[in-house]
């Protein structure tokens, strides 16, 4: 079974642009939440959807927002990037039950310059 | 607010010397602990959740073990392939979201 993929692996953007990030979740998941990870606050919630609409938001910026289409498939958008929105942002996918376990892509790596 | 606290920072092991790593929690309910495994540059890799206290998941030479205020995960004879950084998250009662404790990074020299 195809495990969670995550477009483009890296990216390189400037100061007040924005980005688009695409996740594709594991066949059959209907959930995908979204994480910041930077080395000095760890891996941070940003949202989850289920059945194309926002569940959960985590404390971020309205800069950062999402949405999910009718396969499950996902993306996240960032405006307006700033220096400190460069990290790791992860998706992670799952059947849709709150308990049920979060299965994470490898990731996109994104630098604001 | 929910924290989680994970110990050490980092832990430098030779091969076969077996040790503990640590979550410690502070959440209005916990419907599940999950640990992770994740290696340089690539996204976490689930290893176990545990539900309830006393629950106890073993995989390969790994243990995980759950009380009402911390999880433990035990390495028992690691081996240099286990060298990654291991993460800890709760789920608290109310919500979907995952809170993720700063993780530990275990080195196991051989």
């Known amino acids: 079974k195809a495990g969670v993929t995550q477009t483009p692996r890296y990216l390189i953007k400037t100061r007040g642009q924005q980005v688009t990030l695409s996740c594709s979740p594991i066949s059959g998941h209907r959930s995908v939440s979204w994480y910041q990870q930077t080395p000095g606050q760890g891996l941070q919630f940003l949202f989850e959807y289920f059945s194309e609409t926002q569940r959960n938001k985590g404390n971020f910026p309205g800069r950062f927002s999402g949405r999910q289409f009718s396969n499950s498939r996902s993306e996240m958008n960032v405006s307006t990037l700033e220096l400190g929105d460069s990290a790791l942002y992860l998706c992670?996918?799952?059947?849709?039950?709150?308990?049920?376990?979060?299965?994470f892509g490898p990731g996109t790596r994104l630098t604001v310059l | 607010e929910d924290q989680v606290t994970q110990s050490p920072e980092a832990l430098r092991l030779q091969e076969g010397e077996s040790s503990s790593l640590n979550c410690s929690y502070t959440v209005s309910g916990l419907r599940g602990l999950f640990w992770y495994r994740q290696d340089p540059g690539k996204g976490p890799e689930f290893l176990f959740t545990?539900?309830?206290a006393g629950e106890e998941k073993e995989k390969e030479r790994l243990k995980a073990t759950l009380t009402k205020k911390e999880s433990f995960l035990h390495i028992t004879a690691p081996k240099p392939e286990d060298s990654a950084t291991y993460l800890c998250a709760v789920l608290q009662t109310s919500g979907s979201r995952l809170t993720f404790g700063e993780g530990t990074q275990l080195t196991v020299n051989p």
């Open positions: 545990l539900y309830s």
């Open positions: 992670a996918s799952s059947k849709g039950n709150p308990t049920d376990t979060q299965y």
